[in-house]
């Protein structure tokens, strides 16, 4: 296979007002049409000369970089790859003769590498660490989340093929796929973080990517702490909720940081636990030694050998681990997850979707209910009840903030109800320049699982709830 096949080279496509199009009138004198009854000027009149755009400029560029580069070159050199690309590429532009400022040729030359070994348009935005999400809405729109907020970028793609070859480099590394028979796809980066595309017919605009960015280094309890998600207090109290095993969900909206939150608490996991992953792309970064990681598979091209994450579950349950961290439940796993909470693997940690801590365990109802086991709505509550001992619920303010809003205690069952208490609640206070004020503080309430605290010997201090105890 030629390695203008191997590195799918993104070539010049049919712009608005580009090739096969007229071009739009000029000034008078600069080629444009005369007005009616207005005798034409002379042909040897001289004209202003017409400037290539720098995208022209560096389409062309870029094609014969890559017709030049070497055939039987190993893409996966970078090294040796952007050594080559900007040898070729002085010597095409001194061949042109192209008058390009430094920083034109600086720019250029680094758009020409981000097309051949990166992911094109997009590497800028992937470098650039205050960037949180990249969302492409087709090839002419797209956005980041930057602060919590959302901004459009000036960044283009050619045309829906270059979009398309984009994803492809991004799925073929794990072996996924995405075609109009497939046309949704779940993928990650090198780095972790979390992708998604999809493509027409589904999508009406052309090929959309959802990129969620994770930090080269993982959040700590400082950086959260930093950021007004939490206080010391409340992580101080997380950590002993870890240590002594309980299990806990962090629930929470799209976008809001349950998985961040996760990660710093499954940091809280002791190092000498066999802790097993489980998730459908794999994002956690866990820093303890003994680690394994599990990730769900999709469906081949046949629609065959699928492994979902309620597989994973169970397998996981044979593998003899100390804790089990599920990256999120969203359908019959939950029912396995509550088995397990239930028969000695206290412990576990994962994620939902949810509103509040309340429709936390509504959720859970319902993902039981997804497994197709028919058990009565009182025999699911009791086994929440009795599996999950705390929610840590996280909101995304109007402001763009992320917030640990409630900690809550999963108390148990009176009648047919599962009682909560909240522990830490954030409370609003006001709105200063467009900025949410508020505090997080403890309710007074002493959660009744501190007793396992004491037992395990583990020390909080005193009038952490609020209060002297």
Known sequence: MSLLKRIESARPGQEPGGAGTPAPAGPPG????????????????????????FRDVKFRIQNRVIQDLDPKLDLSNQVEVRRQIEEIFGKVIDEEGLALTRAERVRMLEQITDEIIGLGPLEPLLRDESISEIMVNGPRQIYIERSGKLELTNTVFQNDDHVMRIIDR?????????????????????????????????????PVITIRKFAATPFTVDDLVRFGTSTPEMFEFLRACVEARLNIFVSGGTGSGKTTTLNVLSGFIPNDERIVTIEDAAELQLRQEHVVTLESRPPNIEGKGAIPIRE?????????????????????EALDMLQAMNTGHDGSLSTGHANTPRDMLSRLETMVLMAGVDLPVRAIREQIASA??????QSRLKDGTRKITNITEVQGMEGDVIVMQDVFVFEQTGVLDGKIQGRLKPTGIRPKFVERFEVQGIHLPQGLFGFAY
């Open 30 to 53: 600069a080629g444009a049409a005369p007005p009616t009854g207005v005798p034409a000027a002379p042909r040897l009149m001289s004209q202003a000369p017409v400037r290539e755009s």
């Open 170 to 206: 991004i799925i073929a590394p794990i072996g996924r796929r995405v075609d109009e028979s497939s046309p949704m796809v779940d993928a990650r980066l090198t780095d972790g973080s979390r992708v998604n595309a999809i493509i027409p017919p589904l999508s009406l605009i052309g």
């Open 312 to 332: 994973l579950v169970r397998n996981a349950l044979r593998m003899r681990p100390d804790r089990i961290v599920v990256g999120e439940c969203r359908s019959g």
């Open 388 to 393: 999950v001992d705390l929610i840590v619920h």
